[in-house]
Structures are given as C-alpha cells and as structure tokens.
C-alpha cells in the first residue's frame, strides 16, 4: 500500500486532551508518524498527498450498539447499507447488536454474520452475541465458543435478564472467560409498554409513561451482581441523572463497569415527542431536560466512559402507527457525529472529550487499537468540516430506513473522507 500524507489539518487527540494543527503520514495501513505545523519538512515524501485545508482530523468513530437487520430483516437494514451510512458518519469500526432474527445466540449464525460483514460492508464490523438463547433470559449461550467464533462482547439488547439467578450465572461465566457483559439497566416490570417518561408531559399526552428510577434500580441490581462476580460489565444506556450516583459509587469501588448514552438522549428531549411524533419514540424514552444535562456533564467529566448512535433501523409501516403502538428505535450511524456536534457548538463539549467518548473509550472497552491518533494506530480516521451546515434530508440517508428524528433539523458539521486502515471508504462529492 502506497504511502499517505495528510497536511494541514487540526489533528484532535483524545488521548492529550489537545486538538492541534500538523501533518499525519499514514503507512500499511496505520498511522507512522504525527509532525506538528512547521516541522512539514521532516516528513518523507508520500505517493498520495491531501491537504486536509485546516478540517479536523480524528480517530475514527467506534459504535457500540448499532443494529444490522441481517439476518432475518434485510428490508430494514442490510451490512452493505449499514456500512455505507457508517462510512458517510465518520463510523470505522461497529460493534453490531445481536438482537436479529434469529437471535445471534450460535456460532453458526454468528458465522453467519460475519461473513456477510465482511463481503458486505466497507468498515470493520465487530458482532456481539446474545448473553441467553433466543434472548429469553433462561439459558446462557455458550460464551466460550461463541468467543472462539468471534464475538466480542455478549448482550440481551433491551430484554433484560429477569431471573436475577441466570443473570449471576452468566455473569460468573463470563468473568471466568474474560468477557465483556453489555446491559439494558431497566426494571423490566417498571419499563414494560411505556413510551414516555413520566412526568407532567406524559400526563398531559396521555401516554403510559416509565419512571427514570426503573433505570436506577436496574443498574443497582447490576451492580450488586458485579460485586458479587466481578464480571466486566457495560451498561449500554445511562439516559437519566437519577442513576449517576450508583455509576459514581461503582467506579469508586474498583468494579469493572463502563456505561455509555445515545447520541438522542444528549441531544434531545420530552418535549420533542410534541404532536405524538414517533421518529422520536426510543427506548429508553427520551428524558427531561434536567436529565439531558446531567448526562452531557457526566460524559464531560467521564464518569459516562461511551456514546453510541444506538442505530435501530423500522420501516416505514412499524413507525407510521399511534406513538403507544409504533416501534421505537432510530437510524443514527450517518447522524451520530453532526448531532454530537452540537455540544461543541453550544458550548458545552470540547472536540477532544467528544472524541473519547465517540472513538478512544469505545475502542479501550473491546480491547482494540484504534480510537488513537498515536504513532502504531490503525489508520482510521475520519476527515470532517466542523462548521459546515446543511438541512438533513431522511430520504438522503444511506440506510434503507429512514426513522431518523433530525428529518429537516438545522445541522453543523460534515464529513469529507473515511479511512478505514488507511484506505478511504467514504469521500465528499
């Protein structure tokens, strides 16, 4: 592979905590050497030269979470689409949920998986597996071969484990495997059929709604089975403040546990739900205001390590329903990093601790190199204009479903190029 030099870019490294102006030269597929602005003349010639034109350059998004349709629902959602919207967003790496049909609870469908991955899409795709078979929360699946076939974390998606005793069981098979446990922190019995989050809203729009302490005790119950097992753990949404203090206590206590958010649980609200709009009904529901802040300042300080676009892909017909009944869930891979910019342009998120969350954190969390702009990182990157605005268009969504929220929403920020070992996969028109 021929050489790469990338020059005169804002190199943002969430690793210092610094975004500064320089040069990057990528080789084989990774990043060889980083020259700060005015030291171009140390660098070896390239076969292949962009001027990045002061655009930010950075590592490469890492997506926990995000859902393929395949196999079982190509319609919504195939690994060709899914990878082309990861691309055009910025996305190098998804690590893709196993919440399909049939459930990714074998290591033949697992097989299955990913080798259509590979033929299909343009970045590198992590499978996760289910943590029960079928997702019932009965039987754990057999984490040790599915492990050996590939997987690289084991999740239930939002079924959450009710029997408290097979939860223990997995948790402690886990833990003797090395493997990473992702959890949907919710009181099932609290959470069940609700829409909305309760409060005087949900009250004034008649919708069954779910208290924000249905996800604190969820978390607490995890968080006595961590003491209990001492399994690495990852909770996959923290969307309210009433459960920050139990992640702060965990943390304190030296147990192996991360959490993530949503990029819609940051940059939305309740209120958003306004004239029953179902491209905003996601699960968990979207919070208060009060909420959203809390979350934002704990993904500034670090107490919440991961943010995921959550990219849930439903067609057109299980969303064109009353809000109770349509499905919840919405595409996010193309809009994940547009969105998360809007805390930076608000103020209220710095470029290098959006990246930690977005690429560095994720990527420590499934043991993997990238998520760096350091010398021996794979190159994956992403090139983007910070300051670019446009009007989202749903139907210019790569994705083939098009549930987004932000449908003509006012936004900032665009990417020009994805490189995925050092090999663009996405360029701007």
């Not at 005015?38 to 890492?62: C, F, S, T």
């Not at 649980?265 to 919070?287: A, C, I, M, Q, W």
């Amino acid at each position: 592979m021929t050489a790469t030099l990338i020059t005169n870019a804002q190199l943002i490294d969430p690793e210092a905590g610094t975004v500064t102006r320089g040069s990057l030269l990528i080789e084989e597929g990774r990043i060889c050497r980083i020259t700060p602005e005015g030291a171009e003349a140390d660098m070896p010639r390239a076969a292949r030269v962009i001027d990045a034109n002061g655009k930010h350059l950075a590592p490469g998004i890492v997506d926990i979470g995000a859902k393929v349709c395949e196999p079982g629902e190509r319609h919504k959602e195939s690994f060709r689409s899914a990878g082309l919207a990861a691309a055009a967003g910025g996305v190098t790496t998804m690590a893709t949920r196993p919440d399909t049909l049939p459930a990714i609870d074998s290591p033949e469908v697992l097989e299955f998986t990913r080798r259509r991955a590979n033929e299909a899409a343009p970045v590198n795709v992590l499978p996760m597996a289910a943590l029960t078979k079928g997702r019932e929360g009965r039987e754990m699946t057999e984490i040790g071969f599915l492990m050996d076939a590939g997987a690289v974390a084991f999740t239930d998606c939002d079924h959450v484990v009710r029997d408290t005793k097979v939860f223990a069981r997995a948790l402690t098979y886990a833990r003797g495997l090395g493997a990473l446990v992702i959890a949907h922190p919710q009181d099932p019995g609290l959470s069940a059929g609700a829409a909305a989050t309760s409060g005087k809203f949900a009250s004034l729009y008649g919708l069954p709604a779910v208290s924000p302490m249905a996800e604190r005790m969820g978390l607490d119950r995890d968080i006595a089975l961590l003491e209990m097992t001492g399994a690495r753990y990852h909770a996959d949404q923290i969307t309210t403040a009433r459960a920050l203090p139990a992640l702060e206590r965990a943390k304190r206590n030296g147990l192996d546990i991360t959490a993530g958010t949503s990029i819609h649980h940051l940059t939305l609200n309740e209120l958003d739900v306004s004239g029953y709009r179902t491209f905003f009904k996601v699960k968990p529901p979207l919070r208060s205001e009060e909420d959203r802040q809390s979350i934002i300042e704990a993904v500034r300080t670090g107490l919440i390590d991961t943010i995921s676009s959550m990219h849930t892909p439903q067609d057109e017909e299980s969303k064109r329903l009353p809000f109770e009944e349509a499905a919840s869930g919405a595409v996010a891979l193309e809009t994940l990093l547009p969105a998360a910019l809007r805390l930076y342009h608000s103020g209220e998120l710095e470029l290098p601790v959006l990246f930690r969350a977005l690429a560095l954190n994720p990527a420590k969390r499934l043991g993997l190199q990238s998520g760096r702009l350091a010398v021996g990182a794979p190159a994956d990157l992403v090139l983007f204009d910070a300051h670019k605005p446009f009007v989202l268009d749903r139907f210019a969504l790569r994705s083939k479903s098009k549930n987004t929220p932000f449908d003509g929403a006012r936004m900032q920020g665009r990417v020009l190029a994805t490189y995925v070992g050092g090999a663009a996969v996405y360029e701007a028109e």
